[in-house]
């Protein structure tokens, strides 16, 4: 696997002329794999080695970019310039490791990688799929569906266009408090996701495993929806008509803004990070004072519906799946998984304590052989995959 011993290796054997095709696209893939992903020890029993990681990753990429801030220079000749800093990260022998950090122990001895599959086995990553389920009970299946009209409800036009965007679009005349209510529901499965502009102009997007009810046209005082899962809204602004959203046991309202709820079942808490804008937290059956958040805080609700902010939330830790990544700070594994099975739906089983944490950034659009390569990196954790079920030992 890619330890540290084995990449000092590999750069030894491409210096000699000796290393197979194999291996230099394997030394090519590590030393690219820098634009994506940091290491990062995060327990304080290694606090050392975590800052020390840090040195010599920051050293590396510094010894990499020289010579090419006026032209590219080869991979072949960027693996002399970094075998330095690789022989150095074979000296440590712990866990600072260039691609993910874990918080436990590490071993030293060559370690099992991920179980091969052949190319018809493979898991592959999620897409553009939903259901659209109609007022009247009719079920649609968006991904499979044709560009163009799809429908009407009362007096608005239901359209998939060429993107593949669903749009909900008022047919002509003001709509007034006497229009009849249909109400839509799109669904997403594991695996899939899905981007709908409401009748107002509101855009959503939706993670794996997630739902939206809304009406085909906002009447009333208000504009006010229904999700699970995990969505993200960009809210159209409009003073008149403040925009409610119900997740659970909680509710955020806005005028206009940016946000991301998180609110899957499985997860212990419900939460909410403002990117633009502001909104009000609140639990309308708890009975205690709403919470009112500014850009870069975090709103997190418990399963008893006590409200707790955080000041400086990462945001793009929380849309990262809205841009095509899996990110992580110092999460725990399972939490990792949890995300992991949703998008590629599978199924995950755990073979003995995996208490283990990571910092990085993995894409959504590989493989899923290859996201668990990546984190096998570490050397502290095994991954098997038995059809659509994942077996992690450490």
Do not use: C
Not at 54 to 64: D, F, G, N, V
Request: proline share 3%.
């Amino acid at each position: 696997m890619n330890t540290p011993q084995t990449i000092a290796e590999l750069i030894k054997k491409s210096e000699a002329g000796t290393a197979s095709q194999e291996e230099i696209n394997l030394l090519n893939e590590w030393y690219h794999s820098f634009d994506d992903s940091v290491a990062q020890v995060t327990t304080s029993e290694v606090a050392g080695e975590e800052q020390l990681a840090e040195r010599i990753k920051a050293r590396l990429l510094e010894t990499i970019s020289k010579g090419s801030l006026k032209r590219r220079v080869p991979v072949w000749k960027k693996w002399k310039q970094a075998a330095a800093a690789a022989a150095v990260l074979l000296l440590l022998g712990t866990a600072a490791y260039l691609l993910f950090g874990s918080g436990k122990e590490t071993t030293t001895g060559e370690q099992p990688v991920a179980q091969k599959e052949s190319p018809s086995d493979e898991i592959k990553p999620g897409g553009d799929k939903a259901l659209l389920t109609l007022a009247d009970g009719s079920v649609i299946v968006l991904d499979s569906a044709a560009t163009g009209l799809l429908g009407i409800q009362g007096n608005t036009k239901i359209e998939k266009l060429e993107n593949g965007l669903l749009a909900y679009k008022i047919n002509g005349r003001t709509i007034t408090e006497n229009d009849e209510a249909f109400y839509n529901t799109i669904t997403t499965p594991r695996g899939g996701q899905y981007q709908v502009t409401l009748s107002d102009g509101t855009k959503v997007w939706l993670n794996a495993a997630s739902s939206i009810r809304f009406p085909v046209v906002f009447t009333g005082a208000e504009r006010r929806v229904e999700v699970t899962g995990e969505t993200y809204f960009e809210v159209a602004k409009n003073e008149k008509l403040p925009f409610k959203v119900k997740a659970v046991n909680s509710e955020v309202e806005v005028l206009g803004t940016h946000f991301n709820i998180n609110a899957y079942d499985d997860e212990a808490t419900i939460k909410t990070t403002l990117l633009e804008g502001k909104v009000k937290v609140s639990v309308p059956s708890a009975g205690q004072a709403a919470s009112y958040l500014i850009p870069g805080q975090q709103s997190g609700i418990s399963k008893t519906g006590k409200i707790s902010v955080l000041d400086n939330a990462d945001t793009e830790e929380a849309v990262a799946w809205k841009n095509g990544r899996f990110q992580f700070k110092s999460a725990d594994l399972r939490s990792i998984l949890r995300q992991i099975a949703r998008w590629y739906d599978v199924d995950v089983e755990y073979k003995g304590a995996v208490d283990l944490h990571f910092t990085g950034q993995l894409t959504r659009n590989e493989n899923v052989s290859r996201m668990f390569e990546k984190l096998q990196l570490t050397g502290e954790v095994h991954f098997r995959t038995e059809g659509r079920k994942i077996i992690v030992s450490r």
